[in-house]
């Protein structure tokens, strides 16, 4: 196996903070003696993401995400365990590592406010020591996937945020960084810019290899762009597996959705098929739910082609939203 390009092992973060004790008309003591309680915001994290991988990274808000990625880029220093990226101990190496990475917040930026988008990337350019041939490849191949050129000259505070987020891209890609971490990329973008960014961020990883970890709350972009999830919630990690292997484990529920012939069952009448309940209706089309444990589709869409006249049938999977939650709220 190559070797890791991110590497955790018994990672952990734990912040002190001081206690406050609120005296008589809520004034606070001990100003001079302080008290302090720990809180341990990640623990024991362990993973290792290989080269070309497209990782997902999702919890609920306070869960470790944000400090994780902090320890990865150097920002912050771990209270245990290690942590390499590219073979380099980020918070150590923190220039180097800041060479060979792209970063991408989406509540941050790294662009100038009030330049023009293109003389950010020209800044970065010199930052980063990027060769003049190979900056000029990299941002006209950029300006053609990203759709950049109709608003290159606009000063950055005049973006609206799609636009803007089209421009953290290319800014974080600009020298080649072989490892790409993004925090909510598509925060409040609308379906179209999602997309675009979507079909950008596939593209440079099967063309160029980048590896990405990706941390956000829209599901979709975990659907749509990884094949493996990592779960962290309470700064442990709960998940580390494939999305089909986390539909099988714990999205038992199907849906069966039939389109009815008009005259196949009498007017409010329910479907009834073995193993299965109706859970919704809408004239002529009905969506029957069932567990896989106690039957498969072949069997239940059989029970029902015998019994009714049938149009159309679809299977509806559970959305890896749900499953999430699940795990939230129940655990594992």
Known sequence: MSRPVIRT??????YRVARHHRG???TFRNLVSREYREIRAVAEVTFAIAPGE???YVGPNGAGKSTTIKMLTGILVPSEGQVEVLGLVPHRRRKDVARHIGVVFGQRTQLWWDLPLV???DLLRHI???????FEANLGRFRGLLELDPFLSTPVRQLSLGQRMRGELAAALLHDPPVLFLDEPT?????????RIRDFLRRINRERGVTVLLTTHDMSDIEQLCSRLMIIDHGKLLYDGGLDEIRDRFGTERTLVVDLAEDAVAAGAPLEAPHAVEVRADGPRRWLRFNRADTTAADLIAAVAARYRVQDLTIEEPEIEQI??????EGL
């Open 24 to 26: 008589p008309l809520g």
């Open 187 to 195: 925060i409040g973008l609308d379906v179209v810019a999602k997309h």
């Open 128 to 134: 980063y020591r990027v060769p003049s041939e190979r």
């Open 119 to 121: 003389e950010s990337f």
């Open 324 to 329: 999430i939650r699940r795990i939230y709220e």
């Open 9 to 14: 092992e018994e990672l952990g973060k734990t």
């Open 54 to 56: 497209m990782v997902g």
